[in-house]
């Protein structure tokens, strides 16, 4: 079974900072990994797929990097209502990672 | 617009079952895949099973293989999930999700139900 990795599990920033957050598959994903955000009380809401492909909609701060056994998600500039937390996804297995909660510092 | 919505929820004793529907509109329910997604409380998100778009192939996680069946209707744009053998850990909200199959990602869910609260207590 694949095993997904986030890290950090939770973050504190600043609106405006850069932020990044990354997934580790335990086995080759190739570019197999979606980057979800949720809101407390709320569905998740699909903002990556494909490792890198920005979801319609999605504010073009959100970008996603990586192939293999390393991804990242980077917001580029911070916005309030970025504060959430995020999961990652094997995209083939649909395996999640445990979580990254970004809060206010 | 795309819109699931979960019912089905509520509060069972361990042991007893229940079954979840999502009410699918506003896409072609038959053509796309379908998945149920968990989250316990204050936890993180766990797949929970997956049908195919025709009902031709399920899969299920290894925590509700054997208790959990998936099925939908085509006909009437509704998924199900049967939830038998019910135990304190399958507390969770339940989320239906719709599956985007593409050769070169792997799936993506790129729409969900609001979801439904399942409470398994005496």
């Given at each position: 079974d694949i095993q997904m990795t986030q890290s950090p599990s939770s973050l504190s920033a600043s609106v405006g900072d850069r932020v990044t957050i990354t997934c580790r598959p335990?086995?080759?994903?190739?570019?197999?990994l979606n980057w979800y955000q949720q809101k407390p009380g709320k569905a998740p809401n699909l903002l990556i797929?494909?490792?890198?492909i920005l979801q319609s909609?999605?504010?073009?701060?959100f970008s996603g990097s990586g192939s293999g056994t390393d991804f990242t998600l980077t917001i580029s500039s911070l916005q309030p209502e970025d504060f959430a937390t995020y999961y990652c996804q094997?995209?083939?297995?649909v395996t999640f990672g445990g979580g990254t909660k970004v809060e206010i510092k | 617009q795309v819109q699931l919505v979960e019912s089905g929820g509520g509060v069972v004793q361990p042991g007893r079952s229940l079954r979840l529907s999502c009410a699918a509109s506003?896409?072609?329910?038959?053509?796309y895949g379908m998945h149920w997604v968990r989250q316990a409380p204050g936890k993180g998100l766990e797949w929970v099973a997956v049908i195919w778009y025709d009902g031709s192939n399920k899969y299920y996680a290894d925590s509700v293989k054997g208790r959990f069946t998936i099925s939908r209707d085509n006909s009437n744009n509704t998924l199900y999930l049967q939830m038998n053998?019910?135990?304190?850990?399958?507390t969770a909200v339940f989320y239906c999700a719709r599956g985007t199959w593409l050769d070169?990602?792997?799936?993506?869910?790129d729409y969900w139900g609001q979801g439904a609260l399942v409470t398994v207590s005496s």
């Open positions: 335990s086995q080759n994903s190739s570019s197999h797929y494909g490792a890198s909609g999605v504010p073009s701060r094997q995209a083939l297995s | 506003g896409f072609t329910f038959k053509y053998s019910l135990r304190a850990e399958d070169s990602s792997g799936w993506y869910f």
